[in-house]
């Protein structure tokens, strides 16, 4: 079983923000494998399902990006998970372009809140991520407002493509082939 988390902030005023990217693809997911992320439990919304075979639960902590790890830890030790190697953890980073990809198998926080929390909670950093880059704040800009922002018409295009390739990652990484999907999905993008 995989506990596939994707981080974001509850409440309408932050749905389709560049913070909330995890959340977007757990919805894309839930619609695709016909899974039903309603049911509140650990601090989330969780749902349970199978995706191309593999028993998963979708996750979408409802505690605000900054203490994701309460969630995830409590979801992680009542479904007895190795968070090593059965977690999935999918959220924004600004260090990447628009609609970039990066698959990573462990590593540190990086500066997002979110993924910080989530160390400290689990008390290590191996647990596979996918990032989906949101884009460099703007020279001027305050890093809280910009990621709380929506993106603009044509990058929410772009996104919609990421998300899509995201799934395209998760699936080789249910399959166990993190690497393959490293070296498929971690090429910048022309």
């Not at 996750?59 to 007895?80: F, Q």
């Not at 190697?85 to 609609?99: A, H, K, M, R, W």
Request: hydrophobic share 40%; charged share 25%.
């Amino acid at each position: 079983m995989y506990i596939i988390a994707g981080l974001g902030n509850p409440t309408r005023e932050y749905e389709n923000t560049r913070h909330n990217i995890g959340f977007m693809t757990i919805d894309m997911l839930a619609e695709k494998y016909d899974i039903s992320v309603t049911t509140c439990k650990h601090k989330a919304l969780i749902g349970k399902g199978v995706i191309n075979g593999v028993k998963a639960v979708l996750v979408k902590p409802l505690t605000y990006m900054n203490l994701s790890g309460e969630a995830i830890r409590e979801i992680v030790d009542y479904y007895k998970v190795d968070a090593t190697s059965e977690l999935i953890v999918i959220y924004d980073d600004i260090s990447l372009d628009v609609g970039q990809l990066r698959i990573r198998k462990k590593g540190s926080a990086g500066g997002h809140n979110g993924i910080k929390n989530i160390i400290a909670n689990l008390g290590h950093d191996t647990f596979m991520r996918i990032k989906i880059g949101v884009g460099e704040k703007p020279k001027g800009y305050d890093l809280v407002d910009y990621v709380l922002g929506h993106f603009a018409g044509e990058e929410l295009t772009v996104i919609r493509e990421s998300i899509e390739k995201a799934d395209g990652a998760l699936q080789l990484m249910l399959e166990g082939r993190v690497d393959a999907a490293m070296n498929e999905y971690n090429t910048k993008k022309s």
